[in-house]
């Protein structure tokens, strides 16, 4: 009997020890090392914003039956702070929008009209794109208020690329189900794809092309696009881009929205 017992009491402890080994390694085509999901989503954000930036970039809006170029500038401040200023055409230059913490407000000069955009209207089409203003204000809220866990990752072209799933915590004030991010190790993004409160996938931005600008590699095209519309896009180009320049506190205003004024 002191034998089976002994034998009883190995077995058991090798069973354990074999469950702890197998719940600390990670799942299948996961590395333990690396980057954390957490760490990766920061890096994204932070690449195309640095300490603050400034941007001159072009806009085209596809739809079956027309086009439109835009041009705009744009300076970020960290991970809250934005002013989009379009530059052209005409008749839109001057419409501005400005991020400041969770606050949002757009800017029509033609009507001398400045309107603070309420929750509601967040998923709104922002500028007639398929952009909505939610993605513009976006920013640290995947840290902040998203779950996030790496459940992919493969090695191609030299990178890692990893994708990582974002789920809203229960009391987030988000409108999609999840989000799923395609990124390089380097923190290139390569897609987002977001999905509805049935967990379809509603749309997607896509990156185009991949380049250098101001001495760092990143997304310079990109395409956001409905999943169900082929022949509906917009695509935004960065034509120039500057990072950590000096900027005042008061660009990052309603006055200076109203005012047009710039550094």
């Known amino acids: 009997m002191r034998g089976i017992w002994r034998y009883s009491w190995l077995a058991w402890c090798l069973a354990v020890a074999a469950s ?3 719940a600390a390694s990670p799942e299948p085509g ?3 090392d690396g980057p954390t999901a957490q760490e990766l989503v920061a890096g994204a954000l932070d690449l195309t914003r640095g300490r603050s930036s400034y941007a001159e970039m072009e806009m085209v809006v596809q739809r079956p039956e027309w086009q439109r170029t835009s041009k705009l500038v744009a ?7 934005a ?3 379009f530059t052209a055409p005409a008749k839109d230059a001057g419409n501005a929008t400005l991020k400041q913490g969770e606050k949002m407000w757009t800017f029509t000069p033609k009507l001398n009209k400045t309107i603070r955009l ?5 998923s709104q089409s922002w500028a007639g794109s398929d952009f909505s203003y939610n993605d513009l204000s976006r920013t640290d809220k995947l840290l902040e208020y998203y779950d996030l866990e790496i459940i992919h990752q493969v090695e191609d072209d030299g990178h890692i690329i ?5 789920v809203p915590h229960d009391d987030a004030p988000v409108v999609w189900g999840k989000e799923q991010m395609v990124m390089r190790d380097d923190y290139v993004l390569i897609s987002q794809t977001y999905f509805d409160q049935s967990m379809q996938p509603i749309k997607r931005m896509e990156t185009l092309e991949i380049g250098e600008l101001g001495g760092r590699t990143f997304g310079t095209r990109m395409r956001m696009a409905e999943l169900d519309q082929t022949d509906s ?4 180009y960065y034509a120039t881009m500057d990072w950590d320049v000096e900027l005042n506190d008061r660009l990052f205003t309603v006055f200076s929205l109203q005012s047009g004024a710039t550094p």
């Open 20 to 22: 702890t080994v197998q």
């Open 162 to 166: 990893y994708t990582v799933e974002a």
């Open 83 to 85: 002013l989009i200023r």
């Open 233 to 236: 896009y917009t695509e935004l």
């Open 75 to 81: 300076w970020t401040r960290g991970r809250k702070d």
């Open 118 to 122: 309420p929750f509601s209207l967040m």
């Open 30 to 32: 996961l590395s333990a």
